[in-house]
Structure formats: structure tokens, C-alpha cells
């Protein structure tokens, strides 16, 4: 069974950092792309960055473009979100999603639990 | 930047109708890299519809999808208690775009 377990989340003060995890099982991890997508209260769901399966290429969304960094770990099987300078339009709840295939282009076909960012002072 | 556009934003229908959503892309995109997932309160998307028109496992076949170019439709023949959700496309291609989504709520 696929699983993605997602840790990290929490409050933060703007301008502040956080990292987000998210602990897979159940596939094969390092043949898959991976990705974030995230939900502020209310809202519809935002892509915010994808990974291909080796990590040798990364993508963003322009309002996160270089501010998140996306990462994986393929031998602990673990993707990761460093998230830096957050800004209140930050806040959402942050899903972890794995990709059909290895790269560009893939839909997600299993996704975490979500893991709720605040940015607030 | 593709923009996906769905309508309506909120489809009132009784247990058993039929339900059709709509999503429109600002320019014509490939079939092949348009998904459908359903949300339901408090959980994560769920992958229903891939490259227009394919269920992903375990995906009734109440649950349809069609369409090509700018125009896409997901149709749920009859609705069953446990359909009333949010319902998101999306582009997986470059843009990586959803639409804002449908719910679809008892009426």
C-alpha cells in the first residue's frame, strides 16, 4: 500500500523558515517524480513545486520561485520543502503527492495527509 | 499561463441524478495531460480521471470523462451519497494548473 506520511508543519513568523516532510512507503520511490501542492483555508488547490525521480531536475511556481527549495532523499525515501522568507500568503495546508512517472509531464495519484503551514506574527 | 476555468462553481443534485462538470482551458491542450480528483471535507485529493478519460483503480464506473482542445467534462452518472465533494481539474502538462473546482452538494 502506498503511504506518504507528511511531518513539519506548524507555525512560523513571517520572514521566518520552516521544512516540510513527507515519509513515503509502499512503492518504489526513487522511480517516481514527486510534488507539493498546497491549500489555503478555503481555497482551491495550488501546484507549488515538482521534483523528478533522481532530483536532477526541480520546478516551482512563480509565487514560491526562490523562496522553497524541493528536495528527496531516495535512499530513506523522503521528499522534503525547505521554505524560506514565508509570507502570510504561505499559509495553507501543504500536501506531499507522488507522480505517475519519473518526469515531466505526471499526474498524482497518491497524496499525503497534509500538514497546515501558518505564517502569522 | 493556462487557466483552467470551472463551472458551475455549485451543482445542487439529488441522490441518483446525473452530474456533469465542466473545466475550460484558456488555450487548446493535449487530452493526455488532463486529470480530475475529488476532494471530500477534511481529506487529501483523490486521482479519479488521467489523460481525460482514464479511471484511475478503484474508480467506479459512475465516474466518466471526456472532451478535447479547451473543453473537458467529468459526468457521474448517478450520484451515490458519497460523491458530494469538491471536484478539481487539472493540467499536468507545463502548467501544472487546477481550476478552482465544482461542489457538488444534496440538494
Known amino acids: 500500500e502506498v503511504q506518504l506520511v507528511q511531518s513539519g508543519g506548524g507555525l512560523v513568523q513571517p520572514g521566518g523558515s520552516l521544512r516540510l516532510s513527507c515519509a513515503t512507503s509502499?512503492?518504489?520511490?526513487?522511480?517516481?517524480?514527486m510534488s507539493w501542492v498546497r491549500q489555503a483555508p478555503g481555497k482551491g488547490l495550488e501546484w507549488v513545486s515538482g521534483?523528478?525521480?533522481?532530483?536532477?531536475?526541480?520546478y516551482y511556481a512563480d509565487s514560491v520561485k526562490g523562496r522553497f527549495t524541493i528536495s528527496r532523499d531516495n535512499s530513506n525515501n523522503t521528499l522534503y520543502l525547505q521554505m524560506y522568507s514565508l509570507r502570510a500568503e504561505d499559509t495553507a495546508l501543504y500536501y506531499c503527492a507522488k507522480g505517475s512517472g519519473g518526469g515531466r509531464p505526471y499526474y498524482l495519484d497518491h497524496w499525503g495527509q497534509g500538514t497546515l503551514v501558518t505564517v502569522s506574527s | 499561463e493556462i487557466v483552467l476555468t470551472q463551472s458551475p462553481g455549485t451543482l445542487s443534485l439529488s441522490p441518483g441524478e446525473r452530474a456533469t462538470l465542466s473545466c475550460r482551458a484558456s488555450?487548446?491542450?493535449?487530452?493526455?495531460?488532463l486529470a480530475w480528483y475529488q476532494q471530500k471535507p477534511g481529506q487529501a485529493p483523490r486521482l479519479l480521471i488521467y489523460?481525460?478519460?482514464s479511471r484511475a483503480t478503484g474508480v467506479p464506473d459512475r465516474f466518466s470523462g471526456s472532451g478535447s482542445g479547451t473543453d473537458f467534462t467529468l459526468t457521474i452518472s448517478r450520484l451515490e451519497p458519497e460523491d458530494f465533494a469538491v471536484y478539481y481539474c487539472h493540467h499536468y502538462d507545463s502548467s501544472r494548473t487546477f481550476g478552482q473546482g465544482t461542489k457538488v452538494e444534496i440538494k
Open positions: 509502499g512503492f518504489a520511490f526513487s522511480f517516481y517524480a
Open positions: 521534483i523528478t525521480n533522481g532530483g536532477g531536475s526541480t
Open positions: 488555450q487548446s491542450v493535449s487530452g493526455k495531460y
Open positions: 489523460g481525460t478519460s
